[in-house]
């Protein structure tokens, strides 16, 4: 197997998995669920590269000599946590 017929058959599941998500969390929330509806609805979304390149820039446009703030983004909840803790004074 080719690595374009690996790739679309692992893109393919990932699809599928999303979609299983998401239909999940559409019946959670039909049943009152909003906590589980909650979990799958985050598991269901995918954010791009290219979604988090443009909330970089709302955030830098943001900024101002008078006004201005850090901001972290994370991969996972481990690094961010752990980025997080590194700069909290103790």
Known sequence: MNRQAIFRLFDHSL???????RLRAQKALASGKTREAEQFFQKAIEITPEMVLKVIRVLNSCQTEKKS??????DSSSDGHRCYRCTVRS
């Open 69 to 74: 703030f850090r901001f972290l983004f994370q």
């Open 15 to 21: 699809f599928s998995e999303r979609e299983r998500n």
